[in-house]
């Protein structure tokens, strides 16, 4: 099923950028993601946005299945290791792996065009290209 309504995508991705705004940080400050999450939360202000909810979603999500998403992530990754990666992407490959994975009501494209476009905003020129080749393959080991 699709994400729905336009308000419900646009909150969707803001959900997203938070939540690679504390899993980026807490991969370069090599610190737990709940536990960056926790300070992150104490640092917006309140009431808290509806999407922060979504965005508390992923960072537990990506936090508890870590070992597995990167296991995927440098098994389809050809010619990079995780360690290789830009922080921005081997965030939001994180993040797209987990909804794919883990996250039914996702669609495969949206959660792959979503990690793309956000690619697109915060990380190089190769990125989005490498992004999609990354989690089409991902996306198709697991539809088997």
């Known amino acids: ?21 504390v899993l980026f940080e807490a991969d370069l ?15 917006i202000a309140r009431p808290h946005p509806e999407h922060l909810e979504y965005s508390k979603t992923l960072i537990e999500g990506v936090a508890q299945h ?20 830009p922080a921005v992407d081997r965030n939001l490959a994180r993040i797209a792996v987990y909804e794919l994975i883990y996250v039914p009501e996702v669609d495969d494209p949206v959660a792959i065009t979503e990690a793309v476009e956000l690619a697109k905003e915060m990380s190089t020129d190769d990125s989005p290209r490498f992004l999609n080749g990354l989690l089409d393959r991902i996306a198709a080991f697991a539809t088997r």
């Open 29 to 43: 400050r090599d610190l737990s993601p709940n536990q960056v999450l926790l300070t992150y939360l104490e640092r």
């Open 66 to 85: 870590l070992d597995r998403i990167d296991e995927l992530i440098a098994s389809y990754a050809e010619g990079w290791t995780i360690d290789r990666m």
């Open 1 to 21: 099923m699709a994400e729905g309504p336009k308000k419900e995508r646009l909150a969707r991705r803001k959900a997203r950028k938070r939540a690679l705004d």
